[in-house]
């Protein structure tokens, strides 16, 4: 055992990986994953310059394409990023601002509910927008889920308990309120789902109508049906922040064939006795999946309408990733 400890100590000897020459090193930097080659890149300015800034950056960046300079054209050296995340490791307090491309203080995020992140909690670099540009925003619960509360979530996942936020901060679980625009209640859930390395929102809208009311809907005439139907999908169904019309011209097909039979004598009674639930549908513009479904509970004599949606976000790293941009609230009128 001796001999095996004195083989494995640790010896004071400097390192002499900074004395190989640049070619090697390049030619070493082709074979390595990103990670890898921007952690080599770290260990001196030599290889730094003549390893990253020479030869990965330019040449075989995958951020260097058309796609950022058509989003974020302001992002000059976007090699920056990658090597900041990797130095976050250094101080678990500290955030990524990728509009000045440096190290910021992280903020404390300990609910969701409110108007997201305060001016004074954000860069001073950041532009100061509407929350609804930075933002998931559910109108009907005032709740405006800040970039930052996935990113901080992803951080932790990534890199540790010490490094970001619980996944609880994006969970929430609302009581049955009364919108006031009909007889029925309405009920919001919200839970994270990690999917390999993206961050997967789901929402579960849920929406209690008494049978009598249903009755009376069935008794008025198709007009007085339809603005009635029509409030509770506008007032009590989030739709996808995108607000994409064509996802909301299948929404509403789907509402159609729900409640088609309250037209009907005939097939009313059975819409009164069984469950209905849509196929899944995907928005086309961002990465929604939506299924709609109706259910009876005929000891308590309500119906019971369930509208679940999931939302990939990606890996929730930067604030111009196509996932943030193409799902944020900016503009959906929601």
């Not at 990658?82 to 203080?105: G, H, M, N, W």
């Not at 006795?273 to 004599?301: D, E």
Request: proline letters at 6%; a neutral charge.
């Amino acid at each position: 055992m001796r001999g095996y400890d004195l083989y494995f100590r640790p010896t004071k000897k400097p390192c002499h990986i900074g004395k190989l020459p640049p070619e090697l090193m390049m030619c070493i930097a082709d074979n390595l994953p990103l990670h890898n080659v921007l952690c080599l890149a770290l260990t001196s300015k030599d290889i730094f310059y003549s390893t990253w800034i020479c030869h990965y950056s330019e040449q075989n960046s995958p951020m260097k394409d058309q796609y950022l300079q058509e989003v974020r054209p302001d992002i000059e050296t976007p090699e920056r990023l990658p090597f900041l995340e990797i130095l976050l490791k250094e101080k678990a307090a500290t955030s990524i601002c990728d509009y000045c491309q440096t190290r910021v203080s992280r903020p404390i995020l300990d609910h969701i509910r409110g108007r997201g992140l305060a001016d004074d909690q954000r860069c001073p670099c950041q532009p100061r927008r509407t929350p609804e540009a930075l933002s998931l925003y559910y109108k009907e619960w005032s709740i405006y889920l800040d970039f930052e509360h996935f990113r901080q979530v992803m951080y932790r996942r990534r890199l540790g308990t010490a490094y970001g936020t619980s996944p609880e901060s994006l969970t929430f679980d609302s009581d049955w309120n009364n919108p006031g625009l009909g007889d029925w209640l309405t009920k919001l859930n919200l839970k994270p789902i990690f999917a390999d390395s993206s961050l997967v929102l789901h929402a579960t809208h849920r929406i209690i109508i008494p049978v009598e009311y249903l009755y009376s809907l069935h008794r008025s005439d198709s007009d007085t049906r339809l603005v009635v139907l029509n409030k509770l999908m506008e007032s009590s169904i989030g739709r996808c922040h995108c607000n994409n019309p064509t996802q909301i011209s299948t929404l509403l097909k789907c509402t159609n064939y729900i409640f088609a039979d309250l037209c009907s004598d005939y097939n009313f009674k059975d819409l009164l006795s069984g469950s209905r639930i849509s196929k899944p549908h995907n928005c086309p513009n961002c990465l929604t999946q939506y299924v709609f479904a109706l259910h009876r509970h005929s000891k308590a004599a309500i119906f019971e309408i369930v509208f679940d949606t999931w939302t990939n976000l990606g890996e929730c790293k930067w604030t111009f990733s196509p996932e943030w941009l193409s799902t944020r609230s900016e503009g959906a009128g929601i």
